[in-house]
C-alpha cells in the first residue's frame, strides 16, 4: 500500500514556528519518524511538503496518476479558503484524510471551518503528529477489511 503524506505552507517550520502549539519536533524529524512507523506497518510512505498552492494542487494530481491508494493532507492555512485544493481532491477519487496538529476548533475562529474536510473520508485534529498515525492506521485497517495486502 502506497500513501502519500501532503503537507502545506508553514509545516516545513515546525520546530521553529508556534513551538506551545505545534512541539518542538522537526519537519524532517517528524518525517523520518512516520516513515519508520509506516514501514514497520508495511506501508510506503512518501512525504511532500509545499508552501505553494499550485504545488499542492500538482502533487495531488500526481497521486491519481500514480496510482496511491490513500493521501493524508494538512493543508495548513489554505485548509480554511482553498476551494482550488477541495477540488483537487474531488477530483482524485482518492481516499484523503485530513489532520491538522493543532486543534483548529480551541483557536482562532477563521481556523474553525475546514473548506477542505467535506472532500475527504474525515478529519483529525488537535492529536499533533500522532494524528498523521491515526491517519495511517484508517488506511491499514481499510485495507484488512477490503482483503487487500499492504504493500
Ligand atoms: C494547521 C492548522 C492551520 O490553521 C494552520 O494554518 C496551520 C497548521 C495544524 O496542523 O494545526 O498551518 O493545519
Known amino acids: 500500500m502506497k500513501i502519500m503524506l501532503l503537507q502545506g505552507p508553514n509545516l516545513n517550520f515546525l520546530g521553529i514556528r508556534e513551538k506551545n502549539v505545534y ?5 524532517d524529524d517528524i518525517c523520518r519518524e512516520l516513515k519508520e512507523y509506516a514501514f514497520l506497518k508495511g506501508v510506503e510512505l ?10 499542492i494542487i500538482d502533487r495531488i494530481q ?8 490513500g493521501v493524508i493532507i494538512n493543508p495548513g492555512a489554505y ?8 477540488d483537487a481532491i474531488k477530483s482524485t477519487n482518492l481516499p484523503f ?17 475546514s473548506v477542505t474536510a467535506p472532500a ?12 498523521y498515525k491515526m491517519a495511517l492506521g484508517y488506511f491499514i485497517e481499510n ?6 495486502e499492504n504493500i
Open 79 to 86: 485548509t480554511h479558503y482553498s476551494y482550488a485544493i477541495f
Open 120 to 131: 475527504c473520508v474525515g478529519q483529525i485534529c488537535g492529536f499533533g503528529t500522532m494524528g
Open 23 to 27: 512541539g518542538l519536533q522537526g519537519y
Open 143 to 148: 485495507s484488512l477489511d477490503s482483503g487487500e
Open 62 to 69: 500526481q497521486c491519481y496518476l500514480e496510482k496511491y491508494d
Open 46 to 55: 512518501d512525504c511532500f511538503q509545499s508552501n505553494g498552492e499550485g504545488e
Open 97 to 113: 484524510v485530513e489532520v491538522h496538529l493543532s486543534n483548529i476548533h480551541t483557536r482562532e475562529e477563521f481556523r474553525h471551518h
